[in-house]
């Protein structure tokens, strides 16, 4: 199964509120590359598809990461379905249509060639988390919670203030689970994956 059928799959399974249909019509259109763009411009994803591989990876690794029993039993937390669907596969919606197929010249063994890159150019920019939850919210409603999971999924990086951070986990567990997803499809599931096919 391709990673869209996968994204679509899930998708359709889990996500039933209000406003879900429209919002996977949106990701399915001509105005949105959520299918075919990559995670990023030059780190894990760095290629067509890469942003959907990364959203059903998160979500995969969220699953397995919440669901087990050391999380259920030893810390008796629980997410619905719908809420793990939301926030693992559609974090990083901040990355629709800004990333541009381009190509550049770069010298390699003293040789100058054409290579292929992506530029990147927001035409929206609203942060990050901060985005994704922008995005989502505009079709279906969220609850804190999943909001906040969105917004600081990136954890503790340059970008975000430490002690919201550190509150926002606190406070939600779910926050805490997804960004420790997005660390392990990021840096291992997809990592691992580019330097076995290298």
């Not at 550049?104 to 063994?109: L, M, P, S, Y």
């Not at 939850?133 to 975000?160: P, T």
Request: glycine fraction near 6%; hydrophobic fraction near 35%.
């Amino acid at each position: 199964m391709s990673s869209k059928e996968s994204f679509i799959s899930y998708y359709k399974t889990h996500i039933t509120r209000p406003g879900a249909e429209e919002l996977l019509a949106y990701l399915e259109s001509p105005q949105s590359d959520f299918f075919t763009a990559p995670a990023s411009t030059r780190f894990h994803g760095c290629y067509e598809g890469g942003l959907c591989e990364h959203s059903v990876n998160v979500y995969e690794a969220l699953c397995a990461y919440v669901k087990s029993e050391r999380f259920t039993k030893d810390y008796g937390l629980s997410f619905s379905d719908e809420s793990l669907a939301i926030v693992a596969l559609l974090h990083d919606l901040c990355k629709v249509n800004v990333y541009k197929a381009s190509t550049r010249n770069v010298k390699k063994d003293g040789v100058w060639t054409t290579v292929p890159f992506y530029e990147f150019n927001d035409e929206m920019p609203y942060g990050h988390g901060e985005k994704s939850v922008y995005i989502v919210n505009g079709f279906m409603r969220l609850s804190r919670e999943e909001a906040f999971a969105i917004r600081y999924h990136m954890g503790f990086s340059k970008e975000e203030e430490t002690k919201n951070v550190s509150a926002s986990f606190e406070k939600y567990p779910l926050a805490m689970a997804l960004y420790v997803a997005d660390m392990e499809a990021t840096f291992i599931i997809e990592e691992r994956g580019k330097k076995e096919t290298k």
